[in-house]
């Protein structure tokens, strides 16, 4: 609604409006309205106001049935019907909301949506109602409770909203764009530019969006792409409403005239068929809102804002006689709306009364309304209280019946007994795994049941069965989880059991005895590590990251690349992604899509992983595309023959993952469209056929490929959507096929267990065995068919179980564009030859290389591992040997598999979600060297992001080219941290605290120190890392962290990225220095620079590189130093007295590594040294490791030996 024509008195209201209530009621207004309010000078009336009962409805004729109250002296700013129940719901200028039920208008609900602006739209959902005011969106439940508040820019200027389906909203209001709002993820999806500013209406039709602007144009978008396909000038001066049925648009609005804005009587009415205007239709009101209200005919009802309203057709005449008047207590009418029944008409005026009109005496809001919910009323006892010291009280006011007869509760003793309620067993687990300690035992929770429920069975019953509490035969059932024993061990969720130590007595080689990385799945989102696996063992790929470095903060390519640089470093210790998933956090197509998880929905197993990984497949594909666009082939991509990696304009993942293909539209007419397109994966698309006919993969899969449909499509030739005929035809196939399998649900599961069996029956015909259709054989049977005495010719019958996918695929292009598609075996390849020499005449055999499957588990939502065909050149480079070996990746549980476990897929447990198919040979194509793109200028000076740092808060010198560090230079590092997430522990029935999951801790700044020259101690690198997530402790205590110092727009520090930081490590790494610092195995750690020393092992820097002076001051079985008492003890330096400084940790680690080097005579004198450990000991023990209060305190940054620090 655009105010901007009207009452100028509208803008500021009189100050009887807003004084003490002492309210003059309009003489229109029966005084009994106001019979049961209680007006106050601070209060507001909370009762219903009933007209008199004596009010007669003529049916068809609408007239007034009730008038309440909603907030007395406050304007009514909005009125809405409520879609899903008998409700109205209205709201004011001061911004309270207030509910409505049924046509008596009875209050059902009141509460202040915002505090100082007015309430300027409001829509009902089927959860909520959605209430807009000027720059904020609330989502509220039906009584008043917040389900979500979005807070827009506090530049913004919101009047209407728009609700596209249950789950999209858009925004309009006095800027120049529209804003679109996921509700399901409360999110800003998309941002629509409006070439007329000012979007006060929003209407929508199945052919458009229509927006009503406060020039007085109504511009008409579409309905996909929101551009503006037609607008009308409606009127000179401003737009007041307007409404759409059918063919017609009606308008009312403001003209200009000399002495200002002029309400006209005149309807702009349109034919949305021709786009053109038809006759204007004049009326006898000063029309300020109207409706179409479709009954048996397109009537419109206009309304004036003294209360005047007038029926009339659009395209007829306007008849004086169809005009009744609404009498408003307040001067004017704020708001108008008519039920989606439209049986119902309610007005709102000025001073904060709503008028309900009606065309029958009991009238419904909506045809089809549920049942709404009354809060319970409160139930108290009527009984009159009874003083017992009264000699007289009369006994029949207890309420018990008294007689002389026995009751029938009262059983003599003979046949009664007592009996107590019996204790239910206790679980078979616990007593199997219970230790006891004198008269008590303690065992671990097997989480069998709910937390603090112990459910009690009245009655036992021989049927019922619980999978959780039964005890089963198998020896898998016993040894581990009973409900787990469909699933085998190695499949099932790993996690990782923390110790005091946190992770450092964890046997990870308990879980991987191969020389191959898995990856910790502690890490929020770390959903997706099995598919950082299935990418990392495909060779191009793999190179084609790591060769990649750009320029952007948050790019997922190069963050792979650094997570794959790891994964080749490390003999089988496993790797954290922390930084790959932070900056895939940050990307918003990934949260839009819905693939972040939230910690409780990880944690409760809510998410659908099937499809979320498959979702994630996609969008990893195409974000890898993306950035790999944004920069020129890597000279390292050039093939073997001299031809470019991929054509131009393309990039190297677009090469290997996209098929292109024509998309053909053949309309009914004749007419043909064809158009160019690609894809990087195909989704299966199975066929819906009841009969249960035999289908190989490879028809599926074809079909999936060559997809033919039957749509609705626009024709250019018809000039309207025609019914067509769309295929698909492949022009040239991927190098690496990816198919995402689509089993959804239990249809999809039955297809691939019915195509299972029947390609079980066949395999086991062709190697000579019969199988009838109805018999199942025992496992004596089992046996006897496997054995080699049998008449199968074949290694196992468990092989041939469950299979369905076969290991390769053969593809030929054909000359009329068509595909062919077949399973390729071992025996067609003895038949036919070597592929490689038919792929000149487009032949290709895929081989499978990676099945990504989700393994069902109820309590736990299941989890996802990957089964990969790890290549020649992985094992040469981990093992030294050449083959080729199918590997289960589960998290960091790593072993290999027989190849027939990678296509074995019981659809009870273990379903499939994604497949890798590869083109035989493809390594051998091209060059996959690798280069490290990292260079020294990564340590040369850059700005700041913080905006307010100056040259006077710089707190170090960058390195200058002749500085550059070189092998086996020292150089002081310390790392301060943040907490994003706190640790989740629970007390064990043993009183141990056990960790469930670890402090989720962020890098918030690093210090590089020089270590020798003349400018030692003086840092070269002191970054403070900028982040965008949510910090929940900055641990200033321990950190010297503030709050402000990583916001960009108000740190004065120097401020830099993550990804910047770490390569100027990385870069350190590289060229060789040796690093120096306290506890450098939790630093490196955080930041995602992995270190393992002592009875640790190394990932990324290597153990000569780090010179720990924990490690160095330190007697083995002896508890570790603090640095403040290491420096108190042989410097003399008092340290840390209040918070802690990385550049004074830095330099006193130095100062330490000195120190050591003087006491060992440079680790000569072993003998020597162990004496001064031992008095530092002693010292220690004396002293309990606490640092005297300083008398006068000093700091490495006065010693001597840094006095050149001071020119800073």
Known sequence: MNFEGLDPGLAEYAPAMHSALDPVLDAHLNPSLLQNVELDPEGVALEALPVQESVHIMEGVYSELHSVVAEVGVPVSVSHFDLHEEMLWVGSHGGHATSFFGPALERYSSFQVNGSDDIRQIQSLENGILFLTKNNLKYMARGGLIIFDYLLDENEDMHSLLLTDSSTLLVGGLQNHILEIDLNTVQETQKYAVETPGVTIMRQTNRF?????????????DLRTFKVEHEFDAFSGSLSDFDVHGNLLAACGFSSRLTGLACDRFLKVYDLRMMRAITPLQVHVDPAFLRFIPTYTSRLAIISQSGQCQFCEPTGLANPADIFHVNPVGPLLMTFDVSASKQALAFGDSEGCVHLWTDSPEPSFNPYSRETEFALPCLVDSLPPLDWSQDLLPLSLIPVPLTTDTLLSDWPAANSAPAPRRAPPVDAEILRTMKKVGFIGYAPNPRTKLRNQIPYRLKESDSEFDSFSQVTESPVGREEEPHLHMVSKKYRKVTIKYSKLGLEDFDFKHYNKTLFAGLEPHIPNAYCNCMIQVLYFLEPVRCLIQNHLCQKEFCLACELGFLFHMLDLSRGDPCQGSNFLRAFRTIPEASALGLILADSDEASGKGNLARLIQRWNRFILTQLHQDMQELEVPQAYRGAGG??????????????????????????????????????????????????KNYDFAQVLKRSICLDQNTQAWCDNCEKYQPTIQTRNIRHLPDILVINCEVNSSKEADFWRMQAEVAFKMAVKKHGGEISKNKEFALADWKELGSPEGVLVCPSIEELKNVWLPFSIRMKMTKNKGLDVCNWTDGDEMQWGPARAEEEHGVYVYDLMATVVHILDSRTGGSLVAHIKVGETYHQRKEGVTHQQWYLFNDFLIEPIDKHEAVQLDMNWKVPAILYYVKRNLNSRYNLNIKNPIEASVLLAEASLARKQRKTHTTFIPLMLNEMPQIGDLVGLDAEFVTLNEEEAELRSDGTKSTIKPSQMSVARITCVRGQGPNEGIPFIDDYISTQEQVVDYLTQYSGIKPGDLDAKISSKHLTTLKSTYLKLRFLIDIGVKFVGHGLQKDFRVINLMVWQGSFKSLLVPKDQVLDTVYLFHMPRKRMISLRFLAWYFLDLKIQAETHDSIEDARTALQLYRKYLELSKNGTEPESFHKVLKGLYEKGRKMDWKVPEPEGQTSPKNAAVFSSVLAL
């Open 643 to 692: 031809s470019s990696f991929c054509s131009s304009g393309d990039s190297v993942i677009g090469q290997l993952f996209s098929c292109e293909m024509e998309n053909c539209s053949l309309c009914r007419c004749g007419s043909e469209t064809v158009r160019a397109s690609s894809t990087l994966l195909f989704t299966l698309s199975y066929p819906d056929d009841k009969i249960g």
């Open 209 to 221: 969006f229509f927006c009503g602007h406060t020039s007085g144009k109504v511009s008409l978008r």
